[in-house]
């Protein structure tokens, strides 16, 4: 488990490219047979991805998570974004995830694994803990249960949908969670962008073909930077900073935030005559 400290904004302002990638880009995050993890700070979010093989990897406390069990504190979102067949089994309960269907998990659960059906093509699942304070159902979410909302103009290169996979319905401490699927074609996830002060957002990238590459704006609207970013990396983007994005090519992203509220739509919006 990689841990990253809080920043604030003056840190960007005279940060490297080196220095902005270690604060805030998450690489490497697949690996056969292993489950590997960021801590970051930012309301103390965890990202991590599991690439089960010949074995089930079940989640365990590493870095600053000093509890008896991975969920003693948490809740868990688990989306998975390819490979081969495979299955989540929490308590002994095994949940199958076809491609962009979503797990959550309540805290309490003392055993959670993640499972491939065909270690040659192992399953790829991408997941996000926060802290919590009180038990929540674990809960299944087809892809074909949530409903698509399509967002964007075919003028603006921006057609995309979004499914709120964790929210709404779905009871959760914190944990707000979905991904958005951008049309082909289309490669801005959102512009003009926006701000949410009272929430840390994870955006993590991935259909990306191995060339190709999202170029993710940060930073304060009069202060903006900018990360190269490729397919299954993350970013972590604290309360202050924007976020926007444009592909090379047409991509999906996973969104996850934590923080005051699971209100979706508490955000502030920055006009693009306001970034420098």
């Known amino acids: 488990m990689e841990v990253r400290s809080v920043t604030g904004p003056d840190f960007v302002v005279g940060a490297t490219t080196a220095q902005i990638r270690q604060a805030y880009l998450a690489e490497g995050l697949f690996a056969v047979d292993e489950i590997r993890s960021v801590y970051a ?10 690439l089960p093989g010949n074995l089930p990897l079940r ?35 095994t949940h199958q995830l076809e491609d962009y269907d979503s797990l959550y998990v309540g805290m309490g659960n003392r ?23 009180r ?47 951008m049309e082909p074609g289309h490669v801005w ?16 990238y991935f259909g990306l073909p191995e060339a190709a590459r999202v170029i993710h ?5 009069d202060q903006t930077r900018h990360l190269l970013v490729g397919n299954e990396q993350a970013v972590i983007s604290p309360r202050w900073s924007i976020h926007a994005g444009v592909g090379t090519t047409s991509y999906s992203f996973c969104w996850a935030m934590a923080g005051e509220n699971r209100t979706y739509a508490d955000i502030d919006k920055v006009g693009i005559e306001e970034l420098r």
Request: charge should be negative; charged fraction near 20%; hydrophobic fraction near 35%.
């Open 41 to 50: 700070h930012e309301d103390r979010m965890v990202m991590g991805g599991a």
């Open 59 to 93: 989640l365990e406390p590493a870095g600053p998570i000093k509890a008896d069990h991975f969920l003693e504190a948490r809740e868990l979102g688990i989306l998975k974004v390819g490979g081969g067949p495979g299955s989540i089994i929490v308590e002994g309960v």
């Open 111 to 133: 055993s959670v694994q993640f499972t491939s059906s065909d270690p040659g093509a192992p399953a790829r699942f991408y997941w996000v803990s926060t802290t919590a304070h």
């Open 135 to 181: 038990s929540c159902p674990t809960r299944l979410i087809k892809r074909s249960d949530v409903s698509p909302v399509e967002l964007g103009a075919d003028g603006d290169a921006n057609r995309r949908v979004l499914y709120k996979a964790i929210e709404g319905d779905v009871d959760t401490c914190q944990l707000v969670m979905g991904f958005t699927i």
């Open 189 to 204: 996830n959102t512009m003009p962008p926006h701000l949410h002060d009272r929430r840390s957002e994870i955006y993590f």
């Open 217 to 221: 704006l940060m930073g304060q609207p």
